[in-house]
């Protein structure tokens, strides 16, 4: 369950709310039945509010939106994009901690 803040992108909305963002945003490729990912979501929840207003933070749900996942490789979750311009920032893969992931923002704002 996602955070108020934290969104969720789909095969649909992909390109317009992140290809065509403005601003930095962390993707984080995940699924319900992701032991590793559910422990990630608190953190990426408290990002999507921290960085509410300078840069987008959301969720892909793997088993419904494959097609975003095929585009960008994903064969493993949880993996962390920080997109950039419509550009892969950073990618992380694995358990990552939020002050990582901060970074990661920080650096492609």
Request: with cysteine; hydrophobic share 45%; glycine share 10%.
């Amino acid at each position: 369950m996602a955070g108020a803040n934290t969104l969720e992108f789909t095969d649909g909305n992909f390109q317009t709310d992140v290809m065509e963002s403005k601003v930095p945003v962390l993707v984080d490729f995940w699924a319900e039945w992701c032991g590793p990912c559910r422990a990630l979501g608190p953190a990426i929840d408290e990002l999507a509010n921290d960085y509410q207003g300078k840069a987008k933070i959301g969720k892909v749900n793997v088993d419904n939106s494959r097609e975003v996942a095929l585009k960008f490789g994903i064969q493993s979750i949880p993996t962390i994009l920080v997109m950039k311009n419509g550009e892969m920032h950073k990618k992380f893969v694995g358990l990552v901690s939020k002050s990582v992931l901060a970074g990661a923002i920080d650096s492609a704002m």
